[in-house]
């Protein structure tokens, strides 16, 4: 069994932070589940530009406002807590925070290791080991 908290996570170099967002990974690839758990804020009024070429996402959010675009047909989605949207096709999007920070709960597959950033594209690697 794997018992984790958050704060513990928060403390340590499963916390990664960026301008846009920061993302605790409490369960990664090393952990052997097949899939990684992330708790991500998106900060207020920032925007992310995100593509997971590599990665299916599933994302809850628990807390806070913003909004997503599919950048393929331009539609846009509004995210309040309770909103749940799935990348079930490598969706190219950019992420928007709106007036107060959005808290979310992520889970990936294939998991990741905990070392990804996104590259310009934002895209993550397949695999950082």
Known sequence: MIV???????NSERRVATETWESTRMLLKDDNMGFSFHITTIYANKE?????????????????????ETLSDGKVYQIRPGTLYILDKHDEHMLRGGSEDMKMACVFNPPLSGKEVHDKDGVYPVDMD
């Open 4 to 10: 984790r908290t958050l704060q513990d996570c928060e």
């Open 48 to 68: 992310t530009h995100i593509h997971y070429k590599n990665h299916l996402e599933s994302v809850y959010c628990m807390s806070g406002n913003g909004e997503i």
